[in-house]
């Protein structure tokens, strides 16, 4: 065989090799998924492309994208939170109120406690009593959610616009509208994917979640490690719940009854595996807006809300069998 055959078998090798690669990149599906979605409904509706419209979903995913933060970090240490929905709600209670006896400052200290409080309650249940994440959390739901509406009383609170409807205020970025809320999600998503990929806590969590027995072995204080990410997670919470009351300035112990399980399908088909230890919030950033596309684009289409909720059921269905054949094929 003559040496340019031998190059040319080469170099069809190496860029089969490159190919291969990139189809195995985790953040390829959920990208190609968000891309189809933009073109089809930007071909149902003519308007689904304006700026408004656009800065109109980016503007609605705020709340569920800043929770979808917290839920990455538990499910990437193989738990995952039900409460976290319920947490916020609490949080934007608690500010409403503490608001009215001492103003601002006082109401967002004592959101931001209380969320971490409760994101503490937890880790302590998951590490020191060792009780599965998915029970724990499953109860925590069930008394938060009651406590809120023993707090509100079933009323609902205004609050005053300033500092805590700031993340409501909208600006321009030549003709296109956004507000600091999106600006906050959007720096939430940074300061994790920085702490994730470039400290070492990022790389005890991924350890701890891929397997936890191996990275107790190896020296990583696992407990620390899983107890500080639900105590992350608590201030995720604290600052979704500001980020609720700049989009709509009214405590609402009924409001996001469905943000947990939007959260766990931001995760999911963003590419995080329910079993830990894989996954990435800026695939979580992706899915967050594949879910915000969905409902929007099929609002647009007039589609009923119950069936835009049996098509994200769909897609969570999806994504974890993705996930399941994509685990089977690299076992």
């Known amino acids: 065989m003559s040496s340019a055959t031998t190059a040319g078998l080469g170099g069809r090798d190496l860029t089969r090799a490159r190919v291969s690669r990139i189809l195995r990149e985790p953040l390829l599906g959920p990208l190609a998924a968000l891309v189809v979605a933009i073109i089809v409904f930007s071909i149902v509706s003519q308007t689904f492309l304006n700026p408004y419209n656009l800065s109109l979903i980016l503007q609605q995913s705020v709340v569920v994208g800043i ?150 072995l190896s020296g990583i204080k696992s407990n620390r490690t899983l107890f500080s990410v639900y105590l992350a997670t608590g201030v995720i919470a604290a600052v979704a719940a500001w980020a609720a009351l700049g989009r709509i300035p009214n405590a609402d112990p009924n409001a996001y009854q469905t943000a947990n399980l939007d959260t766990i399908t931001a995760v999911v088909i963003g590419g995080t595996s329910l079993f830990g230890g894989r996954g990435s919030v800026i695939g979580t950033l992706i899915g967050t807006l594949i879910v915000g596309v969905l409902r929007n684009g099929l609002t647009q289409a007039g589609v009923d809300s119950l069936y835009q909720n049996i098509a994200t059921g769909i897609l969570v269905i999806v994504a974890v069998a993705v996930d399941q054949f994509a685990r089977r094929r690299s076992a």
């Not at 200290?109 to 590490?127: I, P, S, Y």
């Not at 003709?175 to 702490?195: D, K, N, Q, S």
């Open 67 to 216: 929770l979808a933060v917290g839920q990455t970090l538990i499910i990437l240490t193989s738990g995952i939170d039900l409460s976290i929905g319920s947490v916020a709600v609490l949080g934007t209670i608690v500010m409403a109120q503490a608001a009215g006896a001492g103003g601002p400052i006082l109401a967002l200290g004592a959101t931001f406690a209380v969320c971490v409080v409760l994101g503490a309650v937890n880790g302590g249940l998951v590490t020191v009593l060792r009780l599965p994440p998915f029970i724990v959390t499953l109860g925590t739901f069930t008394a938060i959610q009651a406590a809120t509406r023993l707090l509100a009383g079933s009323q609902t609170y205004q609050v005053p616009d300033g500092v805590l409807t700031l993340l409501g205020t909208s600006f321009r970025i030549g003709t296109f509208a956004t507000t600091y809320g999106v600006v906050a999600m959007l720096l939430v998503y940074l300061v994790v994917w920085y702490a994730l990929s470039q400290t070492a806590w990022g790389k005890h969590v991924y350890a701890v979640g891929g397997n936890i027995t191996a990275s107790k």
